[in-house]
Antibody, heavy 118, light 107 residues
């Protein structure tokens, strides 16, 4: 059974930084593309970005609102995905989901809540 | 950037009725990269349909997807109480775009 488990969420002040992690179990992690999707309280789903598998270049793509502030990385030796978030603002407050799959988000974690407030 | 517009915003139906959810794209998209997700209250989203019409293993056959070009549809043939959820369409090209969601309420 595939499981994705996010961690690292919490309260951060505007302008601050936070690093989220996602542990993957039950899948060939190094072979898959993994993405982050977020959901602000009471709102819809918003794609944050993705990282391809190393065999496909390991490159990253980001949504416009986070480009230049967020960085996605992966540690295939530990089956772990990271999201480094800098210069956070109140619009970044959301539940952050880790997802993976063959093309779209076949699998989702339960999410980790990021709150941005002074 | 492709924009997906879902309608209606909310659908209120009785058990056993047919639900038809619409997703319209701002430009023509390949049906091979159009998906539908279900998000029940307090839960993470779940993939229902990929490639516009391919049902994920384990998803009940009352859920079906169709469409092409700019117009796509998710149909729930006979609503069950557990189908109470928000449904999102998604275009999964070089970047991902989600529709704003349709909330299905059970009368």
């Amino acid at each position: 059974e595939v499981q994705l488990v996010e961690s690292g969420g919490g309260l951060v002040k505007p302008g601050g930084s936070l690093r989220l992690s996602c542990g993957a179990f039950g899948l060939a992690f190094s072979n898959v593309w993994v993405s982050w999707v977020r959901q602000a309280p009471g709102k819809g789903l918003e794609w944050v970005g993705r990282i391809k598998s190393k065999t496909e270049g390991g490159t990253t793509d980001y949504a416009a609102p986070v480009r230049g502030r967020f960085t996605i990385s992966r540690d295939d030796s530990k089956n772990t995905l990271h999201l480094q978030m800098n210069s956070l603002n109140t619009e970044d407050a959301a539940v952050y989901y880790c997802t993976s799959g063959g093309g779209t988000a076949d699998y989702w974690g339960q999410g980790t809540l990021v709150t941005v407030s002074s | 950037e492709i924009v997906l517009t879902q309608s209606p915003g909310t659908l209120s139906l009785s058990p056993g009725e047919r639900a038809t959810l619409s997703c319209r794209a701002s430009q023509s998209v390949s049906s091979s990269i159009l998906a539908w997700f279900q998000q029940k209250p307090g839960q993470a989203p779940r993939l229902l349909i990929y490639g516009a019409s391919y049902r994920v293993s384990g998803i009940p056959d009352r859920f079906s997807g169709s469409g092409s070009g700019t117009d796509f549809t998710l149909t729930i043939s006979r609503l069950e109480p557990e189908d109470l959820a928000v449904y999102y369409c998604q275009h999964y090209g070089s970047s991902w775009t989600f529709g704003q969601g349709t909330k299905v309420e059970i009368k």
